[in-house]
């Protein structure tokens, strides 16, 4: 505990110290923490290994470690080299089709993978259709047209057996098609002639995509239709959904850095980055491509023998020889002007001395005015908090990453600043909380607060703070980026909620239960977070919840029960107690967490309109009068048993007692809903509540689910 203290006020430290700074940041910039090898086979950016270091799930690769071999996780391809000047994917395992003839002498017919699939294409220029066996002729049908796209027919010689060594694809057991770059889906047609020999009826033939000059086919065995054979071919590959003018509108599809320009990729749909001319790296990365130095190897310039050549950023240019001499002699007369010189730099280094003094005095200020100070003093007042390493962030790279803060990237809006999509020059996705220009010492406290608290967090169902930076006009935080909008989204904005399903409504009910429960019971000071709801739970692309918003959370110390606070929180949600009293505990996050599983159950919102009496009192209400099925979600109802729906209901009734005392604690409520999940995973069959009710008619739609003692009114609260 003492060390992760020393070690927050450590970084306090170094915040304030921004000339020691520099150095640090540019190495940890350049080092990145992504795992780029596989063995001997390089992995760059935009496939990668582990979460955050590839663009999306087409580009993620799988290293075994033990026998060094990489393959494509979507398409289960063994990757044996990748090239990103070239984009292309060398595939060592590509699975051919064995032919089987039975004598029957029909024609055989056969579906072959896509070309083009998933941003990948077989090109033409790499690779060719190849086809082998003894007295057959080969039709490549394009699916999309019907017609014929080329053909060829392979002939052996009386008695003959396979040859030896194949020297090419001539039509001699082996011929090959040119297949035409707009192909996309294709069928293969083979026939048998028995033109010349009857020794391969019982053989099999083979075709197949290959990399071109491959002709290591003599280790194939056709005497059994058996055997499984895989050659090596190239793809190319690119990114994007779009074209270049669509990626550039939408911030999100767009990845290409500095220095380059966009291709559309016609055989796929999607386009590609290329470094520009007089550049040379990885576009996809935002500082991938740099300058080349033309001049220091002969082979990159063009520039006669007996001339001079100069480097420029993305170019050369090449002087004549005299020229380069007056660059020689100009040095001789430079003692001329040595003391002007010496006054023009005296001048200079006493003005950036100057602007390094005003910069350093106007970053203390910004630092004392966005709550620094109160940062260090809540360092001291929670000794003995598990306190988690922070970055800090330099302005710049947050400008870069989030281009300046766009419009076109912010991802939500609230009361106490703005959150931004960005990218980091190592690939991370992040959100940046920009906060609004502060006005007084309360909102300094709401957003130092959520530093000091997530701080002290570790939990994968909590939003996960990666740095700030406070030396701005507004504070910055940096978190995990997580990509697939809020619980609220899903339930009430998304217009086909019915992909939303009861198993994924479950499993967020148990996990934000269980992240709840961490915070009141098991962190080392509990922490209410005052402000759950729906829009504040985010999903990642499995939908795994994440809580967030931890702006009008509080410690409590382990010897209180309850703070008294000014009441915070949202209108739908609010602990009619604590409204009240305004005795914050932590049942008013029980009360709230209730609210949610109302949403989750019924799909519809915590306040509707303005006259509304709030979705609490209308559930309260309708298990009250066994109304409980007319107001459920119709996922709910199709999709959920009632052994699993009645018990979750049960537990919302629960949460929601207008008395504290009566409501569970949020560990109690996760035990339940893991309980839940574990007896949803017996194996067995029951109905679904609408194929149980559907043959009922409308009036008779009612069940209990309890006659516990209800000790609470069930009037509106009033706010």
Request: overall charge negative; glycine content about 6%; charged content about 20%.
């Amino acid at each position: 505990m003492a060390t992760d203290h020393r070690f927050l006020l450590v970084f306090l430290i170094i915040c304030s110290a921004s000339t020691l700074l520099q150095a640090a940041e540019i190495k940890a910039e350049a080092s990145g923490d992504c795992q780029r090898k596989c063995g001997d086979i390089e992995v760059p950016y935009p496939f990668g290994m582990s979460k955050g270091c590839y663009l999306d799930e087409t580009f993620r690769i799988i290293c075994n470690e033990s026998t060094g071999s990489a393959s494509l996780a979507l398409l289960d391809w063994e990757v044996e080299s990748i090239n990103i000047s070239m984009h292309t994917l060398r595939h060592k395992n590509f699975r051919g089709v064995t032919i089987p003839f039975n004598g029957s002498g029909g024609p055989y017919v056969s579906f072959f993978p896509l070309v083009v699939r998933q941003h990948y294409s077989i090109p033409k220029a790499m690779n060719q259709f190849v086809a082998m066996g003894c007295d057959i002729v080969v039709y490549l049908i394009d699916e999309d047209t019907s017609k014929v796209q080329g053909s060829c027919s392979s002939l052996c010689n009386p008695n003959e057996t396979v040859p030896v060594q194949l020297s090419s694809c001539s039509g001699l057991f082996c011929c090959e098609i040119s297949f035409p770059e707009t192909l996309r889906y294709l069928s293969v047609r083979v026939h048998r002639t028995d033109y010349m020999t009857k020794a391969w009826e019982n053989q099999c033939g083979f075709f197949t995509f290959v990399e071109k000059d491959f002709l290591s086919f003599n280790n194939m065995k056709f005497s059994t239709c058996n055997e499984s054979y895989v050659v090596p071919m190239i793809h190319e590959w690119a990114v994007g959904n779009t074209g270049c003018n669509e990626a550039r509108e939408s911030i999100d599809e767009y990845v290409c850095g500095q220095n380059t320009h966009c291709i559309d990729y016609y055989p796929a749909q999607g386009y590609r980055c290329k470094c520009n001319n007089g550049y040379r790296g990885n576009p996809y990365l935002h500082q991938g491509c740099q300058d080349i130095d033309e001049c220091s190897n002969r082979e990159d310039n063009n520039c006669p023998v007996k001339t001079h050549c100069v480097n420029t950023e993305g170019s050369y240019f090449c002087l004549p020889n005299r020229t380069r001499m007056l660059e020689l002699l100009i040095p001789l007369g430079t003692g001329l002007g040595v003391g002007l010189l010496i006054l023009v730099a005296t001048g200079i280094w006493t003005w950036r001395k100057l602007k390094q003094i005003n910069e350093r005095k106007m970053k203390q200020k910004f630092f004392r005015r966005n709550g620094g100070l109160l940062l260090q003093q809540q360092v001291f007042s929670t000794w003995g908090s598990a306190l988690l390493e922070l970055t800090l962030f330099k302005i710049e790279e947050l400008e870069k990453a989030t281009d300046n803060f766009s419009r076109s990237r912010v991802l939500g809006k609230g009361g106490l600043g703005t959150v931004y999509k960005g990218m980091l020059s190592d690939g991370r996705i992040v959100a940046v909380k920009k906060a609004n220009i502060i006005a007084d010492s309360q909102q300094v406290q709401s957003f130092i607060n959520e530093v000091s608290i997530l701080s002290q967090i570790n939990h994968r169902h909590i939003v996960k703070l990666l740095g700030c930076c406070l030396e701005t006009e507004v504070p910055l935080l940096v978190y995990e980026y997580i990509s697939n909008g809020t619980l609220s989204h899903h339930l009430h904005d998304e217009p086909n909620s019915s992909l939303f399903s009861w198993e994924n409504r479950l499993r967020i009910a148990a996990e934000v239960a269980g992240a709840l429960a961490y915070m009141h019971s098991y962190a080392s000071t509990a922490i209410f977070h005052r402000d759950v709801k729906s829009s504040n739970i985010l999903l990642d692309e499995n939908y795994k919840a994440v809580v967030s918003d931890f702006g009008l959370s509080r410690s409590v110390p382990i010897d209180k029960t309850h703070l008294t606070t000014l009441v915070g929180g949202t209108f739908g949600y609010l602990d009619p107690e604590y409204f009240r009293s305004g005795k914050l505990n932590e049942k008013s996050d029980v009360y709230a967490f209730g609210v949610v599983l109302a949403e989750i159950l019924t799909g519809q919102k915590a306040v509707s309109n303005e006259d509304d009496e709030g979705l609490a009192f209308r559930f309260r209400s309708a298990v009250k009068d066994d109304n409980l099925f007319h107001i459920l979600d119709k996922v709910v109802v199709s999709e959920g048993k009632e052994e699993e729906i009645l018990p979750l209901a049960k537990l919302a009734k629960r949460c929601l007692k207008i008395k504290a005392h009566n409501r569970p604690s949020m560990k109690e409520v996760a035990a339940e809903l893991d309980q839940l999940r574990k007896t949803k995973e017996v194996p067995g069959h029951q109905e679904s509540l609408w194929r149980k009710y559907s043959s009922v008619n409308e009036n008779c739609h009612r069940f209990s689910i309890g006659s516990e003692a209800e000790d609470d009114h069930l009037l509106p609260i009033s706010f």
